[in-house]
């Protein structure tokens, strides 16, 4: 898990450049399926007034011991709508879903892969921090609905 999230950290900061159209941050997302919140990390970056692009990992509070759930989300942002304060978006995107079990002393994983359709909203709360949101659904052979929300520190 460590090893995954070091590589989502590394590719992210070498795929965007720093200026003032990318953020990082963090918040909580709920998946309906998997009926659990999880712990999520996201970067987003404006590549102009009209499409944008985000990736986020999330980290599933299992209360199971032994097992473990996350995914991978790379979204494509087309803007709706935006102002020098609030941003509307649609989204489509991929979505990489994981899961693995140990038991007994062996341990046993799925990686299943789907697509992402929704929304999502960025609101600024000051000069360098927003707020946003996001519902989509994951098609594909781990289905679900996911609501998450958060904070972006944008990096100037």
């Known amino acids: 898990m460590k ?6 950290v590394l590719v992210f900061a070498s795929f965007f450049s720093l200026n003032a159209q990318t953020g990082l941050g963090g918040g909580i997302a709920y998946g309906f399926d998997v009926s659990e919140l999880g712990i999520q990390l996201r970067g987003v970056h404006q590549f102009n007034d009209t499409w944008g692009g985000g990736a986020d990992f ?24 935006s102002t020098d304060q609030a941003t509307l978006y649609a989204l489509a995107g991929i979505n990489l879903f994981g899961a693995s079990v140990s038991f007994l002393g062996e341990t046993v994983s799925n990686t299943e892969t789907g697509l992402n359709l ?7 709360i000051s000069d360098n921090i927003s707020g946003i949101g996001e519902l989509k659904f ?17 990096l100037n």
């Not at 090893?3 to 989502?8: D, Y």
């Open 3 to 8: 090893k995954l999230f070091l590589s989502f």
């Open 58 to 81: 999330i980290y599933y509070l299992e209360g199971v011991e032994d097992v473990s759930i996350w995914e991978f989300n790379a979204n494509a942002h087309y803007m709706l709508t």
């Open 118 to 124: 929704g929304a999502g909203g960025k609101i600024g």
């Open 138 to 154: 994951s098609i594909g052979d781990a289905s679900q609905l996911l609501l998450a929300a958060g904070i972006l520190f944008n």
